[in-house]
């Protein structure tokens, strides 16, 4: 049996104290992420270097001793792999020279640049040998719609408007786009699972965008095919599904996904999901980020509340999205203390 309490809850196990991890929980909110941060130049600089991308990807375990630690990467080093222009401007985001069209589109690369992600596999391959046994490594990529949307819009959208327009106004040109995009993140996960990481989580951060008329077609769809992708050649791998704003129609995804996880974003009541969800899936989440900022008796009661409502399921404890850089290392300590009491 696995010594990993990550992997045992990953795997269906009811655990007494819930495996814990937090996305992005190597980043800003950490004084030593700062220090290697500025050393590293630009944003994408720190994603492709392996050894201060290793340096950050293991701060947290350090500190916290989390039960897992998650490759520290962008999802938009896909996009820049198959050939876009993507950089980061300081206090402004991802940027991306957008797709207009179907030409646009052809100019990109017809398959991922593995020799562009090298970089990433490494850091991939160090953190494992860096990691202890016990604690796991997670890999990940962004789902096709996030990634699209991204790559439509040249930058982040409050609503996603510039990629909904296009899934009305040119519905093959994105179906053309999101083909590319499952057959990407099919390889780059795996890759990634070659170089040593046990389980991928992929994040669909922009599934509340979707009307029900097309979160199946351009959501749902095609992480079912990006399981199924990993799983045909890693039978052995685990694979979370994060879709943010999915709400009840999480109770499809969960059904019939394939996945092993299902990750609830701060909005999901965990008294409807714990007894609603497929019972075969472990869930994940989802202290709102706002409340670990906050600390306190606001802390220890959604805590308990979010440990009493699954506790009679697999469950991995973590937050509804990613830290806010604003978060007080000691809250995070508090989290530690209060999720393993």
């Not at 799983?231 to 979370?240: M, R």
């Not at 994060?242 to 009840?248: E, H, L, S, V, Y």
Request: with cysteine; hydrophobic share 45%.
């Amino acid at each position: 049996m696995t010594t990993s309490l990550f992997l045992r809850a990953l795997s269906g196990e009811k655990t007494a104290i819930p495996p814990l991890w937090l996305m992005r929980q190597a980043g800003r909110y950490l004084p030593e992420y700062r220090e290697v941060r500025a050393k590293a130049g630009g944003f994408l600089d720190l994603c492709y270097n392996p050894a201060f991308a290793t340096e950050v990807t293991l701060q947290p375990i350090r500190r916290f001793g989390f039960d897992a630690a998650i490759l520290f990467s962008d999802i938009l080093v896909v996009p820049h792999a198959l050939g876009q222009k993507v950089w980061f401007a300081e206090g402004e985001g991802p940027k991306l020279e957008a797709l207009a069209d179907a030409g646009d589109l052809a100019r990109l690369d017809e398959e991922l640049n593995l020799e562009r992600l090298a970089p990433v596999f490494e850091t991939v391959e160090r953190v494992r040998e860096a990691l202890p046994a016990e604690t796991a490594l997670i890999g990940f990529c962004g789902a096709p719609w996030t990634v699209a949307s991204y790559m439509l819009a040249g930058k982040g959208t409050p609503d996603q408007a510039p990629a909904r327009l296009v899934a009305y106004s040119d519905p093959v040109f994105l179906d053309r786009l999101i083909e590319r995009l499952v057959e990407a993140s099919i390889i780059y996960l795996n890759r990634q699972i070659d170089a040593g990481a046990q389980v991928v989580q992929v994040f669909e951060s922009f599934a509340s965008a979707l009307p029900p008329s097309l979160i199946e077609k351009l959501s749902f769809a095609p992480l079912r095919r990006i399981v199924a992708g990993v799983k045909a050649k890693h039978p052995q791998a685990k694979v979370i599904l994060f879709a943010r704003g999915a709400g009840p129609r999480l109770e499809g995804l969960a059904q019939c996904s394939g996945a092993d996880g299902i990750g609830l974003d701060w909005g999901v009541d965990p008294r409807w999901a714990a007894p609603t969800l497929n019972p075969e899936v472990t869930l994940q989440g989802n202290l709102d980020p706002l409340a670990l900022i906050a600390g306190g008796e606001a802390l220890r009661h959604d805590v308990a509340a979010i440990r009493e409502a699954m506790s009679e399921r697999a469950f991995i404890f973590n937050l509804g999205h990613g830290i806010q850089p604003q978060t007080p290392v000691a809250h995070v300590e508090q989290l530690v203390k209060l999720v393993r009491s």
